[in-house]
């Protein structure tokens, strides 16, 4: 396992880049914790898997370098890096047994098969394959075929990093509550570095500590799920991750109060936001109480989603979303209040960072 | 996939069903005809039964050809598949080579099979070929009118550099449909180069491997335009296959009872050998 | 109105689909959900006439319309696929199917654009389809199955293959083309939260037969039998083989779970007991709530709400519990069954009677 570290790195596909939009992976520069589980989250065309291809080495960067445990691994080839990679659509060997084709990455490294053995049957049995461990490979069905992939990833015991590439798309909603779980637990019991590329944020926060989000080939932050949930630092972020996304309303901010069309909020504190930028108010669909007190507004639309029920509203003149509980009424002359704490100001769509706040800003 | 079923189709497919009724089925018959019928001309005809069929079967003519027959197709198929493949897995996959390459792969494929044997058989000649002129300048003893091995030879070559194209763009088309993803997995999990031919490649190819094989199997069987315009057959009979000998029977001695009956024995041969085939090369495939 | 009566669909020895009836008004919006192969597709072409079925018949407003070729029935269909006329612009892909209709040029401008305008493509109608992204070019295909107004639309996982904020987008703007036009549609899903966010009604599917039909939000609340209720739930449903006895649940005699009152009066014996992951919790939500050990088998913490795997006594759960709990594995805890909401099936798959917030009970 290693700590990876992302230096000065900027890719363009075309030559001769130029302009900043030429790049389809602008600047990053960060350190990776050795054992970190990072997930890169993005809409498609962010730059996430050219990121992660660049880290596996199937990409050579434009400019910068790559360190793995402060070896410099940017001119090695994907073999000599000593990574593993699982991707999107199964790649199985059609010809081989599943017990051998777990097996291939490790015999073409020389491993003794009696350790080859003792492996191959752990994975085995992680991925619930042990019944099929004989059969051979092509006669399986989707989901089996990418729990082989998967496996195929976590065989190996000395990999610098493994990394996924959305290797969740093809298998059903049940089955993947219980594979995202067991590597989730298998990177708490083994310590690997694990980097997770996906468009679905739950997947993405669940799985990882830290969470990359990207947008138009940059990283717009990098947080916990917690983090990115309650503070988000851009207002890309907040309409990325929750569904429904965060609530982002024009404000004019005097001081320590806002104001969202005739109503006025007390944040609490006085952001610092420079003269001339637009500046917005964010509050999560969550932390928005409907009931008899408070600002009205004016419900357009209820959808019950069975655990819980989106309302969709008109606040200010502005369409608001807000999660309502199970069991919570809606009532006839609804009101809404923000929860204070909750409240995030955006000044030219960045989060104004709350000093007086402890634990919060990123 | 399932069709959309549609009576209406019965009446597309009508007009061939016609057309390979006139060129197929009728003349076939009129050879079953034929096979079990002797005539003394003026258009009498006696019922002969199985003795054409007979004669044919014990005839050492009959099973010396057949053994050429199985030589032939058995060399060529042994030289075409693994340098079809070789050639195949060397072909460029992107860029200008690759248009490039696949003109000149189908280039021989374009010409027809009796040009083909004029072009080899002028290329071949000891005085005017460029071949048999250079070889015989080298002070090399090659000549196919009188050589059997030479004549072999000769066709064997002209056989490769004809064909061994088909199986080179067949393979190339079956290579082309594997994802970049499986490669680079392969480099991943460490894979030799051998190992990406013999766990990516090989299985990926299996199926346009199989059309290819049969393709060859039965166009090198059924050989004629070729020995006959550059050997004719010779020297002696070294190239006397089937399909010659089958024309020199019916044409030459106008023989129609027992060139019929040869006719159907060879048909018969080669659908079983065919079907012997296929049943094999898929029945390997369905165990995997 | 669509009717199927009777319906199957026998492929060599395999069974696709069991006799299935089913009756899809005019206006009506139908979500087919079940797991991938459970006859999704199979049903969907059945439906437009792609197939035809092994018995039974399909009724278009009365008249049977089984074995007319779908050239001839009024269907559009839209596939997880991004299927576009990759050399037309996306005008000329969206006005393909009046061209072939026939229909004057001024309509045909009239209807592209204001579909265009629905599905947001307006400055992007001069482009073709390649150049246009996954969203933008699954709008395209979903206009043009508008324009067509046809008298059935059939949906088969048009947002797989699109991003998860895109698919939250897409699935808004859906209901209203819905609503707007007289038309049957059918949408395929794997996904429960997709067929709760649609609404209207829903057929759980599962391995070629529908086990339940009616309004989406009631089969969610009241499956009639257990399969429905795993099929519709997302995280998956919790649940225990336990033996009914008196006043409790028990296991080897013991009462792990206590009987809540809107199950009073049901009968003693063997039976599975369900409940959804978010009627389990790590605090006391209400005061009938039940108590059981448990051991933590991980914790995955999903921005406001953590989904917590536990294993309590052998059986394993999801517990989604607001807040974040980053709970080390192994960890013993102890767990609160929210008791008004447990679901009872009977050892024949049944349910026994509905959550007791005043839903009634409902099946045998």
Redesign the interface.
Known sequence: MARINLEHIRHAYGPNPKKPSDYSLKEVHHEWNDGGAYALLGPSGCGKTTLLNIISGLLQPSEGRILFDGKDVTNLSTQDRNIAQVFQFPVIYDTMTVYDNLAFPLRNRRVPETEVDRRVKEIIEMIGLSDWSRKKAQGLTADQKQKISLGRGLVRSDVSAILFDEPLTVIDPHMKWVLRSQLKRLHKQFGFTMVYVTHDQTEALTFADKVVVMYDGEIVQIGTPAELFERPSHTFVGYFIGSPGMNVLPATVEGSAVHLGGQTINLGFAPKIASGARTELGIRPEFIRLGREGMPVTISKVEDIGRQKIVRAQFADKPIAIVVHEDGDIPSDPRVTFDQAAINIYADSWRVPDTSRVGGGA | MQKTWNNKAWFMVLPVLVLVAFSAVIPLMTVVNYSVQDTFGNNAFFWAGTDWFTDVLQSDRFWDALQRNLLFSGIILAIEIPLGILIALNMPKKGLGVPVCLVLMALPLLIPWNVVGTIWQVFGRVDIGLLGYTMAALGIQYNYVNNVFDAWVTLIVMDIWHWTSLVVLLCYAGLASIPDAYYQAAKIDGASRWAVFRYIQLPKMKRVLLIAFLLRFMDSFMIYTEPFVITGGGPGNATTFLSIDLVKTAIGQFDLGPAAALSLIYFLIILLLSWIFYTVMTNSDAQT | MLELKNITKV?GADTHIHPTNLVLERGSLNVLLG???SGKTSLM?LMA????PTTGSVHFDGKDVTGM??QDRSVAMVYQQFINYPAMTVYENIASPMRISGKDKATIDREVRKAAELMKLTPFLERTPLNL??GQQQRTALARAIVKNASLVLLDEPLANL????R?ELREELPKLFAASGSIFVYAT????EA??L?GSTAALNQGRISQFGTT?DI??RPTDLVTA?TFA???LNTIDLIKSGAGFQRDGVTVLPVPAHLASMADGPCTVAF?P?HLSLTRPHETSATLPAKI??A?????ES?I?VDSAGSRW?M?EHG?HDIE?DTAVELFVDTRHLMVFGSDGRAIGGSA?GHSARGA
């Open positions: 492929v797991p991938t192969l072409r006439g792609l197939d035809k070729r779908v992204s996954g991003d998860y904020k895109l939250e794997t996904e429960p939260g709760l966010l609404g939000i969610y609340r795993r997302d995280p998956p959804h978010h088998i991980i995955e913490i999903a921005g406001s989904f795997h999801v989604l974040i594995p917030d």
